[in-house]
Nanobody
Framework: QVHLVESGGGLVQPGGSLRLSCAAS????????VSWYRQAPGKQRELVAA???????DYADSVKGRFTISRDNAKNTVYLQMNSLKPEDAAVYYC?????????WGQGTQVTVSS
């Protein structure tokens, strides 16, 4: 069975850091474009960071310089390092893996940024 499982969310103070993980099973992430999205209450899901296979990473303007997406193909896992977190970063974060014909989502992990 195919699964994407996110972890690493939680409560952090403004200015703090979190590292989200997304572990894949049932397929090999190395063959997929991977991305992180987020969705805050009452808002649409938005793309945060992308790591297309064989191409450069890309980030939403709101997180450039603070977030970093990376892959560990040996662990079949993609990460999102989030630094200098702001209250507006609070959301459920989802990872996504896709090819031209396949498309997988994880279940999401909650990130809360509050003092």
């Amino acid at each position: 069975q195919v699964h994407l499982v996110e972890s690493g969310g939680g409560l952090v103070q403004p200015g703090g850091s979190l590292r989200l993980s997304c572990a894949a099973s049932g397929f090999t992430l190395d063959y997929y474009d991977v991305s992180w999205y987020r969705q805050a209450p009452g808002k649409q899901r938005e793309l945060v960071a992308a790591a297309p296979r064989g191409r450069s990473t890309d980030y939403a303007d709101s997180v450039k310089g603070r977030f970093t997406i990376s892959r560990d193909n040996a662990k079949n896992t993609v990460y999102l390092q989030m630094n200098s977190l702001k209250p507006e970063d609070a959301a459920v974060y989802y990872c996504n893996a896709r090819t031209t014909i396949l498309y997988y989502w994880g279940q999401g992990t909650q990130v809360t940024v509050s003092s």
